[in-house]
């Protein structure tokens, strides 16, 4: 069972679970909204794609392990949680990234949204 917060949210399919290699990341857009979603340890993740800084799109920096480093500032954030773990060079504060409940169901995959 979801918990109170995943109740009448939408399951929107972004495709299926070969599209989502284990150690890789991808953008999807779903409703809208740009969608980081990683494959970390053959479990996916879902956070904003826009980083939170300078509006860069994460999906353009790199993953090491289960963090986001930004391309353009160095920011750094958790894929499975969306916490900025590392302020950009530039020292200023940014916020974490929001978070999407992700499901996969045979071979699909769905956000909730």
């Known amino acids: 069972m979801f918990p109170q917060k995943y109740i009448n949210m939408p399951e929107v399919n972004i495709g299926n679970l070969s599209d989502f290699p284990d150690g890789?990341?991808?953008?999807?857009?779903?409703?809208g909204k740009e969608i980081l979603v990683s494959n970390i340890d053959g479990k996916l993740y879902a956070i904003g794609d826009v980083c939170t800084h300078e509006e860069c799109s994460l999906s353009d920096g790199m993953l090491q392990?289960?963090?986001?480093?930004?391309?353009?500032?160095?920011?750094?954030f958790d894929v499975k949680t969306g916490k900025n773990v590392e302020k950009p060079f530039t020292g200023e504060d940014v916020d974490d990234e929001p978070t999407y409940k992700v499901e996969v169901k045979d071979d699909n995959v769905f956000i909730l949204i």
């Open 24 to 31: 890789k990341m991808k953008k999807v857009e779903v409703n």
């Open 65 to 76: 392990n289960d963090v986001v480093v930004c391309p353009c500032h160095y920011a750094k």
